[in-house]
């Protein structure tokens, strides 16, 4: 076994100014910096959180310092930038927020609120909230907090969504990180006790986005919104990773062909309780390559 070890701060910094300059070559240095700045102390921050939790269950200083160290990764930076280039391009096309706002910031907060902001528990979403509101302000117009919450306004506000159904804070963020990582094919896994709107607010990002058929316009833009072909897969204590490898085969077979007949459609896993299987079983390891590679 070989260890590889990982980036360490100087490095990070690096690498994340290099992919901020490679990806936003129209950014002065200093817009490049603070940009480059924010995504470090966001790292910074979820090993600072992950450090005080192993250190709250007994584990050494010393354990815990390595721990936490890979609770975040390259992955992490790479979504963001995945994230913030997905929003920028919706951002040109409407300007949700007027011809005056400062896109790039507020495409930034976002991405940062969903990688970042909403795996963290209450306690720590704060913590990271004013962290983030005291950091420097890139045009002096919106914080983290305003411009997080906007967007979840602004999603909530146009899903088409069945009479009965509460806008509760948990759905709207529910909806609105299984839309923005449906699209942007980015792993998601929602984590909550029963009743608190994981599988409806799969079924409500499913029944919005249809193409052409869907009944909100903003939908209909399938080069922002493309249509979701859903495959559902029900968890069990039995469940086996061929069961799990058969789903998945299918979904990447079926988007195939969509591709090949130059159709505006992904296909989307949905597995429901996830933490069902017991460990014992190892069938949820055959899930490494296509979160991977989805």
């Given at each position: 076994m070989w260890d590889y070890g990982s980036l360490d701060c100087a490095q990070e910094r690096d690498y994340i100014n290099a992919k901020m300059k490679m990806v936003h070559r129209s950014m002065s240095d200093a817009e490049v910096a603070s940009l480059t700045k924010l995504i470090l102390d966001s790292q910074e921050a979820m090993r600072s959180y992950a450090k005080e939790q192993l250190r709250a269950h007994n584990i050494s200083l010393e354990e815990a310092i390595v721990a936490s160290h890979s609770s975040v990764s390259q992955r992490d930076i790479q979504r963001v930038f995945t994230l913030h280039e997905w929003l920028m391009k919706g951002?040109?096309?409407?300007k949700p927020y007027g011809d005056r706002t400062d896109y790039h910031s507020r495409a930034l907060w976002v991405a940062l609120g969903i990688v970042y902001?909403?795996?963290?528990?209450?306690?720590?979403?704060?913590?990271y909230s004013d962290l983030m509101d005291k950091a420097c302000r890139l045009s002096g117009e919106v914080i983290f907090s305003q411009a997080f919450e906007d967007?979840?306004?602004?999603?909530?506000?146009?899903?088409?969504?069945?009479?009965?159904?509460?806008?509760?804070?948990?759905?709207?963020?529910?909806i609105?990180?299984?839309?923005?990582?449906?699209v942007t094919r980015t792993p998601l896994i929602i984590v909550g006790a029963p009743g608190s709107s994981k599988t409806l607010s799969f079924n409500v990002t499913v029944a919005n986005?249809?193409?052409?058929?869907?009944?909100?316009e903003t939908f209909r833009q399938t080069d922002q919104y493309p249509s979701l072909d859903s495959h559902y897969y029900q968890c069990s204590r039995r469940t086996t990773s061929?069961?799990?490898?058969?789903?998945?085969?299918?979904?990447?077979?079926?988007?195939?062909?969509?591709?090949k007949?130059?159709?505006p459609i992904h296909c989307v896993v949905f597995m429901d309780e996830a933490g069902l299987p017991k460990e014992s079983h190892e069938s949820l390891k055959v899930l490494h390559y296509y979160l991977d590679n989805p």
């Open positions: 951002y040109e096309k409407s902001y909403m795996r963290l528990t209450a306690a720590y979403r704060k913590a967007e979840l306004k602004w999603y909530i506000d146009r899903v088409d969504l069945s009479l009965g159904i509460a806008k509760t804070q948990a759905l709207k963020e529910n609105f990180a299984t839309i923005i990582c449906t986005l249809k193409g052409q058929e869907s009944k909100v061929n069961e799990i490898q058969t789903i998945f085969t299918r979904a990447i077979n079926r988007q195939r062909s969509h591709l007949n130059s159709l």
